[in-house]
């Protein structure tokens, strides 16, 4: 599988931090965006970088906050979560439009695990 590009720069400082961040409130609710591909399908925003996901926090996720994920919780706690969720990953790219790709879940993870694993 060819990377896009939000997830060829998610995943280079991804083996850098070997964390990301989600968006969860109070209650351990992750924020969610509709699916621009798929009809009835949510997707879940995640970003490298903790300031950039503290600035998507306004509007209808004004109660959300950045998140910190590490590859145990990961494979623990958030990976069976959302694949019983049936969701996708948006990987929010690093540059100024702040744009986002779609991924299937086991595509974002299999990128993190070899990611860990060229180091």
Request: charged letters at 25%; glycine letters at 4%.
């Amino acid at each position: 599988m060819s990377q896009s590009i939000p997830l060829q720069q998610f995943v280079e400082q991804f083996a850098d931090i070997q964390c990301f961040w989600m968006l969860t409130d109070a209650q351990d609710h992750w924020a969610t965006l509709e699916s621009e591909r798929y009809m009835n399908t949510d997707v879940i925003p995640v970003w490298c970088d903790k300031e950039a996901a503290a600035m998507a926090c306004e509007g209808d996720w004004k109660n959300f906050r950045p998140r910190v994920i590490k590859m145990p919780k990961w494979f623990s706690v958030w990976l069976p979560q959302l694949t019983a969720a049936d969701v996708l990953v948006g990987v929010v790219s690093t540059d100024a439009e702040s744009s986002m790709d779609e991924i299937e879940l086991t595509d974002f993870t299999g990128a993190l695990v070899r990611a860990l694993g060229a180091e």
